[in-house]
């Protein structure tokens, strides 16, 4: 069963326009999220997070979104890069267990157009 | 460059075998988590360490097996190797007690079971 859910394995998008990356996740224990990108060969990338106790977390070109009714959360790029062609991993974990592992989805595939 | 190393970056071997990853956490991060992203899937989490002494379980089969030493190096041992094993593991740290538990991955190793 899949607590974290990227449902689009890809996205393109054209160069200066915004980039929007969605992530469901089920289990309500979850209260801190994370996004990381991830270029070929090479591992995850920590970009950006936030915690349950917030709705929004800004950071340069990267804004993260958090709809805690819904089990939602986006991350927004603006404005996207060809630089920001990646992989981009939402993650989420339950603090209250202790350990702090993180529960991956699958993945989306950015692809930044020039 | 996240701070983790992890050794060797490819591993080929043959069904049956047993094999050794070693990684190397962040300078004073205390905690080592391994994961195994495996064709078309998110990473899973596999084992947790933290300062010598397992913390949390995920999906690791019987066969597989880690330590944490005492320099804080951990090793993840795989062994009677099946094709299916084949993926990227990866390694990652943190430091104990963060609020935001951000961890930081190394560059994987590629195994291949033939």
């Known amino acids: 069963d899949q607590q974290v859910k990227q449902n689009s394995p890809s996205l393109s998008v054209q160069e200066g326009r915004i980039s929007i990356l969605n992530c469901d996740y089920t289990?309500?224990?979850?209260?801190?999220f994370l996004w990381y990108k991830k270029y070929p060969a090479e591992g995850p990338t920590f970009l950006i997070s936030i915690s349950s106790i917030k709705d929004k977390n800004e950071d340069g070109r990267f804004t993260v979104f958090l709809n805690k009714s819904a089990k939602h959360l986006s991350l927004h790029i603006v404005p996207s890069q060809p630089g920001d062609s990646a992989v981009y991993f939402c993650?989420?974990?339950?603090?209250?267990?202790?350990?702090?592992?993180?529960?991956f989805g699958k993945g989306t595939k950015l692809s930044v157009i020039p | 460059d996240s701070g983790v190393t992890q050794t060797p970056k490819h591993l080929i071997t043959a069904t049956g075998q047993r094999v050794t990853l070693r990684c190397s956490p962040r300078s004073g991060d205390l905690s080592v988590y391994w994961y195994q992203q495996s064709l078309d899937q998110g990473l899973q989490f596999l084992i947790q360490?933290?300062?010598?002494?397992?913390?949390a379980k995920g999906n690791i089969l019987e066969r597989f097996s880690a330590q944490q030493f005492p320099d804080l190096h951990s090793e993840l041992n795989l062994s009677s190797l099946e094709l299916g094993d084949s993926a990227l593991y990866f390694c990652a740290s943190s430091v104990a007690g963060s609020t935001y538990n951000e961890q930081f991955f190394g560059p994987g190793t590629r195994l291949t079971v033939l």
């Open positions: 360490y933290y300062n010598g002494e397992e913390r």
């Open positions: 993650a989420a974990s339950n603090s209250g267990a202790g350990s702090y592992q993180l529960t």
């Open positions: 289990n309500s224990m979850f209260d801190y």
